[in-house]
């Protein structure tokens, strides 16, 4: 499970009614704009932001008695059911307006506010198979400032999607944390500060770190690392811009990322 010093539930609410709040101040023809996401206009984001709601709405009312996946492992399935995710957002989308999908992710947050007061269910049933709840409530923040930031870079004329210190700490902690997971070793130790810092193995797995400074390093800021792991940057291009700092023979984690896409 994620552990994080800001609770995933504040940082979904937080992040989400900004969203709600920047797609509503938005023109008729900015929702037919094309975004950074290929072949996805921006009132198609705009739905997929409301399946993402009206998604976690729905997963916390199927509690399950199975164990959970381990949050490293389920979320290399999205790979796997992407074409589900494109027919699911589609549906969620449908033939509506931009400012009617506005409305829809207005009233699906109102409606998670209310749930998310009351105890949640320690496992549930999502899409990708049993998950932790909070593990679930992490990855939607993900969801929620990933997308964001996709809103921002799509529209440049506008002024950016404000991205909240809180959804920043919980994606680089649950970021890490899938790394970690996914890649288990301590040979290269990632620093996403202030919010995360976690040790690693990719590749040659090398020496063993245990006390002092460890021998490689990478630290970058987290919304380069949260670009870096959704793929909307590629990490030669972080490296070559300066936004990622790599010391050590190791430090290179070009063969684990994206961690998620």
């Not at 995933?8 to 023109?27: H, K, M, R, T, Y």
């Not at 900015?30 to 997929?48: C, K, M, N, Q, Y």
């Not at 970690?180 to 070793?185: I, L, S, T």
Request: charged share 20%.
């Amino acid at each position: 499970m994620v552990a994080s010093r800001v609770r995933p539930v504040e940082a979904l609410l937080e992040q989400s009614g900004i969203l709600v709040d920047w797609l509503g101040g938005l023109s008729a023809e900015d929702f037919s704009v094309a975004s950074v996401l290929p072949e996805w206009d921006i009132r198609r984001l705009t739905g997929h932001l409301v399946l993402v709601h009206a998604g976690l709405l729905q997963a916390l009312e199927q509690p399950t008695g199975l164990a959970p996946v381990p949050l490293a492992i389920w979320v290399r399935r999205y790979r796997r059911d992407v074409e589900q995710i494109e027919a699911r957002t589609s549906e969620a989308t449908g033939t509506a307006s931009g400012y009617e999908l506005v409305a829809r992710l207005a009233d699906a947050r109102a409606a998670l506010e209310v749930r998310l007061a009351d105890p949640l269910p320690a496992v549930i049933d999502a899409a990708r198979g049993p998950t932790a709840s909070a593990d679930f409530l992490a990855t939607r923040v993900v969801e929620a400032v990933v997308h964001a930031d996709d809103l921002s870079r799509s529209l440049p004329h506008r002024e950016p999607v404000e991205l909240t210190r809180k959804g920043l700490s919980v994606c680089s902690r649950t970021l890490t944390t899938i790394l970690a997971g996914q890649h288990p070793g301590r040979s290269i130790e990632v620093r996403v500060p202030p919010f995360a810092a976690v040790q690693c193995g990719i590749g040659d797995p090398g020496p063993r770190h245990t006390r002092g400074t460890p021998p490689n390093v990478v630290e970058t800021d987290a919304l380069s690392f949260l670009r870096l792991a959704t793929g909307r940057t590629s990490w030669a291009e972080a490296v070559h811009s300066g936004r990622v700092a790599a010391s050590g023979l190791r430090a290179d984690l070009s063969a684990a990322l994206p961690l998620l896409s």
